[in-house]
């Protein structure tokens, strides 16, 4: 096999040196009856070309080079090279958990920056490690709320990620919290009369989503305004990061549960991604996951290690904030590396671009199918109403035009019937926005 | 002893570099945008008062500063491509370079959860491929791919573990968790909502089965059990234990952390396991990439598969493959879409690069391994337990205490002689514990080293303690101050701390 690095001889050699008469000697504490002697039922060893062959394989039975015109929580956007041949290196890739940080500087401080880039972006003034994805981050962020404030309830915006949702619900059950859901107004914003009738001095929390599910900025100040003043705290979920770029940041929430995967992750049907979990100072105690925070060496130099681990399973066990161990350290790496690459300046500049795509698109569909929630601003997705049956739309374009269209939310949302999602980003190209319109209409 | 009579390392400059804020200065650019094929839109006029005014705190470097700074930073770590990493339990083993490779492919790594089923018949077929070779493996029935790491299939197999029960009309109370475990494990098992009660290890490092018997009643829910143990024992009353459990309704759950013991040579679901969760990152061969992405599968028996999380990755009639929304009994979601599908890709490149043999042989490396270091170690340091180990092995620090030295001061001395150090006082069954797992990945010359480094360190506890008090030596930083760390805590810079 040619991943082991031993010729028989040297096998030999070391079961002499341990005194055993075969390997099988090794295995002995096995009882007998449970050892397991035939081959598994598994292809035989398959030489490298091969396994290049079998996959190059499987990827031609994905659609190739299509137009996606879709988000929905992972967003197609442009990777730099820089950051795959950068991360390729195995000292970032083969590392793992920086437990001694005399020989994990490299990953203590680039985690580091990761923080203080995910706060100037949040606006808020800490952000730990990273969770596993957006899901489990605000599902986290709901039970952290939960544990600051000492309340058992908390309340859901309808128009938060469906899945984001059935992952809280997992989380919740066994919690003890009771969950509620608020839903949206015509303009796809909270709807906030509903939502001011729903907190109560029993809500550790309420949870949206900005921009939300349907693509809508959120009145996040009108909101924290209603959460705050019955002593609840505003967990504020973001899907699309690039979004917080020309968007105000959610500056009036307690806590910010972000999806990272626009940041230069590939889609990958849906994972690796990147959670992170950005708070107040305040209720540092209470995050869950990794830190890594500044301090220095016996001379004095600047350097940086895991901190406040007495918050963790290793220390804490059942008492701990969450049981979260292993996160997606490789995958904030490259978020890390795509913040650098756009700056200050340049993913502003992206996102005006991905205005302009979504601008474009909704005018272009809206000329042949309704916008929904008009009146409110949003990024760079959006909801029609088409005379045309969105699945239909969706399984046409995808199989004659090589198109990703709008998601068809009647899977989601029953009640708005004959609706779609759509998504244009920097990468969607006015031909397929055009295309697209076409099939829209007919 | 001096440096040069270290033979796996050498000392060589590593460049300085500052905090990438520090290299910003305003118009630097790493970046060209695209021509824009559609009209450009006003921002101000487009979200009005959602209109962030003040642009986030980002850098404004060059490509050429990127690519150094991250150069310049990935020098400062340790990794398995430098050599052993023989983290006990965490499985450090060699990433195969084609698992990177598959996984890049573009309409692979392109791919949007979202996008029709017809067209994503390739992922599909990759989930379902690793699924089937993943439950061969186990010894299982059924599996879901959706959990992203390890404690996160924990509480997903928990949950499992849960909802069958209150099927069963109740879900009772307590888990049982012996005192060995991970810290994943209680901190699961409070997740879904059990009280956690310690089971306590017998004089062999095992179960004790007559604690076991007179815990066991119609309160617990199950037993979370790893086995191979974090003491490197396999528990050989197994069979005994699942059934103890079984006879009062309670499940056996198996943390499949240490399932490098077993591939190919036993399987879980032959001795008793309800379900249990593989860690890919670890007995499968994807990259640990510094602390993540995971990906913990659950694999279960049949009693237990309705109630797998949904979606599922199911066939039709014509061949051809689907996502299974529908299970009235699922215990729901875990994570959004389908799990860390790029962890699936590598994962089944590596069994692949295998096959039957490959994996037995694996097996056998890795337990081979072990026990070498263990028979060339034993006498230099204190072995706790007698008991047979597999694929990893627990020392203390007893012998080296009479010094005043600590499993952690050898730990960092070994960091001077060129390895990253074994797990620092985990057990913590074992006062002191020093637990070696180098997995099959390392050829003898390096065990061999590593044997040499360990002893000498050992001499180097009696004849210059204060050599091993003060290690490492040779790093650019020794001794990092955790303690000022997490009392007043710096988790973000500023510019002011220039």
């Known amino acids: 096999m040619r991943y082991l690095p031993k010729s028989p001889d040297e096998r030999k050699l070391m079961l002499d040196a341990i005194g055993a ?38 990827a031609a039975e994905n659609a190739n080079g299509q137009q996606i015109l879709l988000g929905a929580g992972a967003y197609n956007h442009y990777r730099p090279l820089a950051i795959d041949t950068l991360i390729s290196r195995g000292e ?78 997992t989380y919740a059950k066994y919690q003890g919290l009771p969950l509620t859901e608020v839903g949206f107004s015509t303009n796809g914003r909270v709807d906030l009369e509903a939502l001011d009738k729903a907190v109560t001095d029993k809500t550790a929390c309420v949870l949206i989503q900005s921009p939300n599910f349907f693509g809508t900025i959120e009145d996040v100040v009108a909101i924290a305004d209603i959460v705050h003043a019955k002593g609840a705290l505003l967990v504020v979920s973001v899907a699309e990061a690039l979004s917080l770029a020309l968007v105000k940041p959610p500056a009036e929430a307690d806590i910010v549960a972000l999806e990272a995967q626009s940041f230069g992750v590939p889609l990958s049907y849906g994972g690796p991604y990147a959670g992170v979990i950005a708070t107040r100072e305040k209720f540092i105690r209470q995050i869950p996951g990794r830190l890594a925070g500044q301090t220095t060496d016996r001379d004095g130099k600047r350097g940086f290690v895991l901190t406040l681990s007495t918050r963790e399973q290793h220390i804490r066990r059942e008492k701990a904030t969450s049981n979260i161990c292993t996160n997606q350290a490789l995958v904030a ?50 909801v029609i109403e088409g005379t045309a049956d969105a699945e239909a739309v969706f399984t046409r374009l995808s199989k004659d035009k090589n198109i990703v269209a709008g998601l068809p939310l009647k899977r989601f949302y029953p009640e708005l019937g004959n609706t779609s999602l759509w998504c244009a980003t920097e990468l969607t190209s006015r031909e397929a926005i055009d295309t697209a319109a076409e099939e829209v209409a007919r | 002893m001096s440096t040069k009579d270290i033979k796996k390392v050498n000392t060589h400059p590593s460049q300085n570099e500052g905090l990438i804020f520090e ?22 006029s487009e979200l009005g008062s959602a209109l962030r005014t003040e642009a986030a705190a980002l850098p404004e470097v060059s490509e050429v500063e990127i690519v150094r700074h991250f150069t310049r930073l990935s020098t400062w770590n340790y ?34 959860p979202y996008q029709s089923e017809a067209s994503a018949q390739g992922a599909l077929r990759i989930m379902k491929t690793l699924a089937d070779a993943l439950v061969e493996i186990c010894g299982m029935d059924a599996i879901t791919l959706q959990p992203a790491a390890g404690a996160h299939g924990e509480m997903t197999g928990i949950l499992l573990m849960r909802a069958y029960l209150e099927s069963k009309g109740n879900p009772r109370k307590k888990i049982l968790i012996p005192d060995s475990a991970h810290g994943t494990n209680p901190a699961t098992a409070a997740m879904v909502g059990y009280q956690v009660e310690n089971l306590r290890s017998n004089a062999n490092g095992m179960v004790d089965l007559a604690a076991l018997e007179a815990q066991m009643n119609e309160d617990v829910a199950g037993l979370m059990l790893t086995n191979p143990n974090t003491l490197g024992i396999f528990d050989a009353q197994i069979g005994e234990i699942a059934e103890i459990l079984h006879a009062k309704g309670g499940l056996l759950y198996m943390d499949g952390a240490n399932m490098n013991a077993l591939v190919a040579k036993a399987r ?66 875990v994570r959004a879409f389908f799990g860390n599908f790029g962890m699936h890709v590598r994962a089944l490149a590596y069994i692949m690069a295998n096959g039957p043999d490959g994996l037995r042989q ?33 020392f203390s620090d007893k012998l080296q205490n009479k010094q005043g030295i ?45 044997v040499d480094a360990m002893k000498a360190i050992a001499a180097e506890c009696e004849s210059d303690p204060e050599l091993v008090k003060n290690a490492p030596h040779t790093t650019r930083l020794s001794r990092l101050d955790e303690t000022a760390a997490a009392r007043k805590p710096i988790l973000r810079w500023k510019p002011e701390q220039k």
Not at chain 1, 143 to 169: F, N, Q
Not at chain 2, 84 to 109: D, F, Q
Not at chain 2, 364 to 391: C, Q, S
Request: hydrophobic share 40%.
């Open chain 2, 23 to 44: 290299h910003s200065s305003p118009g630097k650019k790493a970046y060209r945008l695209r021509q824009l094929d559609v009209p450009a839109v006003d921002a101000a």
């Open chain 1, 92 to 169: 970032w890739f083969t590392a793992y958990t920086p437990y001694q940080p005399e020989i994990a500087q490299g990953t203590l401080q680039a985690i580091f920056e990761f923080q203080t880039m995910i706060c100037g972006l949040t606006g808020m003034e800490v952000a730990n490690a990273s969770m596993y994805d957006g899901s489990t981050g605000a599902a986290e962020a709901v039970m952290m709320a939960m544990r600051v404030t000492g309340r058992h309830e908390a309340i859901l915006a309808r128009s938060v990620h469906p899945e984001y949702r059935e992952v809280i619900a």
């Open chain 2, 268 to 333: 879980p679901g032959d001795f008793g396991v309800d379900m249990m969760h593989l860690n890919l990152h670890k007995t499968f061969s994807t990259p640990h990439g510094g602390g993540g992405p995971g990906s913990g599968p659950v694999a279960c028996k049949a009693h237990l598969e309705p109630f797998l999380p949904k979606p599922v990755v199911a066939e039709n009639a014509d061949g051809s493959l689907r996502l299974d929304y529908d299970r009235p009994q699922s215990v729901g979601r």
């Open chain 2, 406 to 450: 600590k499993t952690g001061d050898i730990a960092k001395r070994l960091i001077d002689y060129g390895f990253h150090p074994y797990t620092v006082s985990f057990p913590m069954v074992v006062h002191g514990a020093m637990m070696i797992e180098p997995t099959e990945s390392e050829p003898l010359e390096e065990l061999d080293l590593f």
């Open chain 2, 362 to 394: 694996t097996t056998e490396d890795a337990v081979l391994n072990a026990n070498y270091l263990r028979k060339k170690l034993e006498g230099t340091f204190d072995l706790p337990y007698a008991t047979p180990t597999m694929h990893e092995t627990v």
């Open chain 1, 21 to 58: 008469g075969s390997v099988d000697e090794l295995f002995a504490p096995i009882p007998e009856r449970f050892r397991f002697t035939r081959d598994l039922c598994l292809p035989p060893q398959m030489a490298e070309s091969e396994i290049v062959d079998w996959f190059r394989a499987r």
């Open chain 2, 79 to 112: 990794a398995v491509d430098h050599g052993m990493y023989p983290l006990g339990s965490c499985t450090m083993k060699y990433n195969p370079r084609v698992n990177e490779y598959v996984a890049r492919l573009e309409s692979i790594a392109g791919a949007h």
């Open chain 1, 333 to 382: 790496l490259m978020v890390n590396i795509y913040m650098d690459v756009y700056g200050k300046v340049g993913l502003r500049e992206l996102a005006e671009q991905n205005l302009a795509k979504a601008a474009y698109a909704r005018k272009t569909l809206g000329a042949k199918a309704k916008v929904l929630f008009e009146g409110a601003p949003r990024f760079n997705e959006f």
